[in-house]
């Protein structure tokens, strides 16, 4: 995953008094809704078994590997999958075959909640400091998010339904970004960024025509040990009412110490794109680090492994997210 910061850090004073900005504080529900229960060692599983593919690069046999694995998963999950092939070039002049994999349940149903994440690899570990040129697992970095959405549809799919249908799309060619710290070549006409490619290409060529949803949620960097989830500037400035119907389901469901009442600086992300170009409001969840920003140590390096992956992370993040669906009226 690449982060690259938008806007500054916001003090939450500032915040506040940009009164556009500030999320909603939800009300408890006034309903008891039975929610699944999210399994923190079957998302694990599936984290670990997108990393024994190797890494999920574009072009590669590990990356045809894993999308033939989600595809079937999600379909004996009872999805309704749709794959989108498309090609798209990268700053260093490489030509991707590259696939969004979109899986819908309760398709009879017009009200829509977007859940997303990313599933490739990025090709370097360009912020390592032994070998640049090497591969990683991206355990966090993709795998994570990915591992909590197979969890989600494995309930999706079983005997109870939320009330809204509910799409859950994987973007490809997030992570062939330029490498860090060299100057950005030019971009071609009408792309706008070497990131998110996957995401950009949708946003422009949804699955399904006038195709959108009541919200979305994006996540990224989800899995490792101890993190933090703070309200990320573009999912305030988008969708501030989601970032407060997240964050105040988290908290009501002890998840407080994860997902972090505090206001940080904008990155671009897939959800900007979806904000932007798709006109679907989206938020992020995604791993904050006070002192150090959107990364660990580990980002973009041989690091991201499975010993970054916690149990206990992941189910937070899935325990928040299906209580926030199967809530939604």
Not at 112 to 124: M, V
Not at 251 to 272: C, E, M, P, W
């Amino acid at each position: 995953m690449f982060h690259r910061v938008v806007v500054g850090i916001l003090l939450a004073t500032l915040v506040a008094a940009c009164g556009g900005k500030k999320p909603k504080e939800e009300e408890r529900p006034s309903r008891v809704v039975n929610v699944p229960k999210f399994v923190g060692d079957s998302a694990y599983f599936f984290v670990e078994k997108q990393v024994k593919f190797g890494p999920r690069v574009p072009n590669t046999l590990g990356h045809q590997n894993a999308a033939r694995f989600l595809i079937n998963r999600l379909k004996q999950y009872g999805a309704k999958v749709i794959e989108q092939d498309f090609e798209a070039s990268t700053f260093d002049n490489q030509k991707l075959q590259l696939k969004n994999i979109v899986a819908s349940y309760n398709l009879g149903l017009q009200k829509r909640i977007l859940l997303a994440a990313h599933w490739d690899t990025r090709p370097f570990a360009d912020k390592d400091n032994g070998n640049r040129n090497a591969p990683f697992d991206g355990a966090n970095d993709g795998a994570s998010g990915v591992g909590v959405l197979l969890e989600v549809a494995r309930h999706l799919g079983g005997q109870s339904k939320p009330t809204v249908g509910v799409d859950i799309i994987l973007f490809d060619g997030e992570d062939w970004g330029e490498r860090d710290g060299e100057k950005q070549p030019s971009l071609p006409d009408g792309q706008a960024s070497w990131w998110c490619l996957g995401s950009q290409h949708w946003a422009k060529n949804k699955h399904q025509k006038n195709y959108s949803a009541h919200y979305g949620i994006l996540l990224d960097m989800v899995g490792a040990n101890r993190s933090q989830f703070f309200r990320e500037e573009v999912s305030l400035e988008y969708a501030g009412q989601t970032v407060g119907k997240v964050w105040d389901a988290a908290a009501r469901l002890g998840y407080s110490d994860y997902f972090v009442k505090q206001n940080v600086a904008g990155i671009t992300d897939d959800h900007l794109f979806v904000n932007q170009l798709a006109k679907i409001p989206m938020i992020d969840i995604v791993h904050y680090q006070a002192g150090i920003g959107f990364f660990g140590d580990y980002h973009h390096t041989t690091k991201d492994n499975m010993s970054l992956i916690s149990k206990e992370t992941l189910e937070a993040v899935g325990v928040t997210l299906l209580n926030v669906v199967y809530y939604e009226e």
